[in-house]
């Protein structure tokens, strides 16, 4: 199983190294069961982050029709400014995500059976916002759980939310919670704590599943 990490220009770099720890982690720990790779969509380069100019390498190019996961980041930027001045800001960073050879690809993968896409952060804005994930279940950054709801995703105030082959995590430091939940989803809890007992993390809030009964207004 692969799982494939898109960096594209902006990308917040927590996002991407925290779940790609975890997770290596988790490959460690099933004898390498699955690979974690760091791609973009117009192949291998050096993709400058949104921090600071911190630039991280993709080794290949996406390929949605590979069985497995792929993740998509947020981006990390100012959150205020004019556009028209030349400020990118996060909004803009995500809406760009969207115009760019990525969104198609992605489309592709949420198209295929064989693959989850996960997101991190502002990573289900920028599907969001693409007009990929419309009427799904996701959780953003706190601060876009509005326009992530505007776009017509439903969206859900918990930790983790887990849509079938949609999963997505809300703030920067979720992407530790997603790699887990996907290890125990994947190979079960004891890898997953095996994970955390090496990282000295414990797992936070809610992980939301869309089954079971609905509740009643209270």
């Known amino acids: 199983m692969l ?3 898109v960096l594209f220009d902006g990308f917040d770099p927590l996002d991407v190294i925290a779940p790609f720890e975890v997770l290596a982690a ?12 760091l791609v973009a969509a117009d192949g291998p380069r050096e993709v400058t982050s949104g921090t600071r100019g911190l630039t991280l390498r993709a080794t290949a ?3 949605p029709e590979r069985p497995g996961y792929v993740l ?3 981006a990390s930027g100012p959150t205020t400014g004019n ?3 030349g400020v990118e800001t996060i909004p803009v960073l995500l809406s760009r995500f969207g115009d760019s050879t990525a969104a198609p690809m992605v489309k592709t993968a949420l198209r295929n059976p064989d693959v989850t896409v996960a997101t991190v952060c502002g990573g289900s804005l920028a599907l969001a916002m693409a007009g990929l994930i419309e009427g799904r279940h996701a959780v953003t950054h706190v601060l876009g759980m509005d326009v992530l709801d ?3 995703v439903h969206a859900v105030p918990a930790r983790v939310v887990d849509d079938g082959d949609l999963i997505s995590a809300g703030g920067v430091t979720s992407g530790l919670d997603l790699g887990l939940h996907i290890l125990e989803r994947e190979f079960g809890p004891q ?4 994970v955390e007992t090496l990282f000295e993390y414990e797992r936070r809030g809610t992980v939301w599943r ?3 009964r609905t509740p009643v207004t209270i």
Do not use: K, N, Y
């Not at 988790?26 to 790779?37: E, K, R, W």
């Not at 890898?191 to 095996?194: D, E, G, K, L």
């Open 72 to 74: 998509i980041p947020g």
């Open 150 to 152: 505007a776009t017509g």
């Open 26 to 37: 988790g490959s460690d720990a099933t004898a390498g069961a699955f690979d974690v790779q």
């Open 210 to 212: 869309h089954t079971g």
């Open 3 to 5: 799982v494939q990490i």
């Open 191 to 194: 890898v997953a704590h095996a």
């Open 61 to 63: 190019r996406l390929d």
């Open 83 to 85: 556009p028209d001045q």
